[in-house]
């Protein structure tokens, strides 16, 4: 307990309302949605297992899109594995 986040997520105003805007609209994959709504909850300072908790995902799951998003911006949302060296259309 109280182990320290090793990404730590923080969006910026703008980054914030791109996943707000994704999440409400409703239309993208589930996959990438998920991923959003997981962002938006680790931008609140929520410890791994509380976010994974929240949204009925494991918190090795949640780890791992924080260090996607730290590593590659919102462009590591959209992507998995060797994709993440190409760019995606947004």
Same mark, same amino acid.
């Given at each position: 307990?109280?182990?320290? %986040? !090793?990404?730590?997520?923080?969006?910026?105003?703008?980054? !914030?309302?791109?996943?707000?805007?994704? =999440?409400?609209?409703?239309?993208?994959?589930?996959? =990438?949605?998920?991923?959003?709504?997981?962002?938006?909850?680790?931008?609140?300072?929520?410890?791994?297992?509380?976010?994974?908790?929240?949204?009925?995902?494991? @918190?090795?799951? /949640?780890?791992?899109?924080? !260090? %996607?998003? /730290?590593?590659?911006?919102? &462009?590591?949302?959209?992507? @998995?594995?060797? &994709?993440? @060296?190409?760019?995606?259309?947004?």
């Amino acid at each position: 307990m109280g182990q320290r %986040k !090793r990404f730590e997520v923080r969006l910026n105003e703008e980054q !914030r309302q791109e996943l707000e805007h994704l =999440v409400r609209q409703g239309t993208g994959r589930a996959r =990438v949605m998920t991923r959003a709504r997981i962002l938006l909850h680790a931008d609140q300072a929520q410890h791994d297992h509380e976010v994974a908790a929240a949204l009925h995902v494991h @918190s090795a799951t /949640v780890a791992n899109i924080r !260090r %996607k998003f /730290v590593e590659h911006g919102l &462009a590591g949302l959209c992507q @998995s594995g060797a &994709a993440l @060296s190409r760019p995606w259309p947004w």
